[in-house]
């Protein structure tokens, strides 16, 4: 099993640049999650999902979509980038949220918006 | 605002002495979650605790939870270099969503 694989690891893009960061897990978990983390802080959630076709906003959805076509990849679109974007990203997933599973999460993508 | 709050920020200890960190959480949960991370990697899911529990064990993790005062803690024995790291305190609610805190960060001195 790989787990949770996230691409790329490292991204640098100018303002205004849109991207996606790929998420994918071969788990058969239904309960996928982006976070961000910046430097010294804990992760604050950007969106998530409890199934495909299904997603939700989280904390700080603002300047990211997301959409879960099928259960295994949760992607993340940037759609206009902005230097406030620069973070490291994190996807996680479990079997059934709140019901008692822990994450697993991505190695993380590092992002520098300049 | 952040659901989980960790305390305290950082924390210094020797080898082989025991290491306390505390997160205290502001809504009702169904579980509280424990993680670390290792400078520059994913988070790792240390051990779980639901909200009809207080007292859980996982090798030298100990970890407490008293719904009242919305708090929990986290209890690493006989510490070891190899324990440094932050740690995240998380929790679960029925809104579906998980909140992370802004961790401890944890040196280990050999």
Not at chain 1, 23 to 39: G, I, L, V
Not at chain 1, 69 to 88: G, N
């Amino acid at each position: 099993n790989a787990g949770v694989t996230q691409t790329p690891k490292f991204q640098v893009l100018k303002t205004g640049q849109s991207m996606t960061l790929q998420c994918a897990q071969d788990m058969n978990h239904e309960y996928m999650s982006w976070y961000r983390q910046d430097p010294g802080m804990g992760l604050r959630l950007i969106h998530y999902s409890v199934g495909a076709g299904i997603t939700d906003q989280g904390e700080v959805p603002n300047g990211y979509n997301v959409s879960r076509s099928t259960t295994e990849d949760f992607p993340l679109r940037l759609l206009s980038a902005a230097p406030s974007q620069t973070s490291v990203y994190f996807c996680a997933s479990s079997k059934i949220q709140g019901r008692g599973d822990g994450y697993t999460f991505g190695s993380g993508t590092r992002l520098t918006v300049v | 605002s952040q659901q989980g709050e960790e305390d305290p920020q950082a924390l210094s200890i020797q080898e082989g002495e025991n290491a306390t960190m505390n997160c205290s959480y502001k809504t009702s949960i169904n579980n509280l979650q424990w993680y670390r991370q290792n400078s520059g990697r994913g988070l790792v899911h240390l051990i779980l605790i639901r909200s009809n529990e207080r007292e859980k064990h996982s090798g030298r993790l100990r970890v407490t939870l008293d719904t009242s005062k919305k708090s929990s803690s986290l209890l690493i024995t006989a510490s070891r270099a190899a324990d440094t790291a932050s740690y995240f305190c998380a929790t679960d609610t029925n809104a579906g969503k998980s909140t992370f805190g802004d961790g401890t960060t944890l040196t280990v001195k050999p």
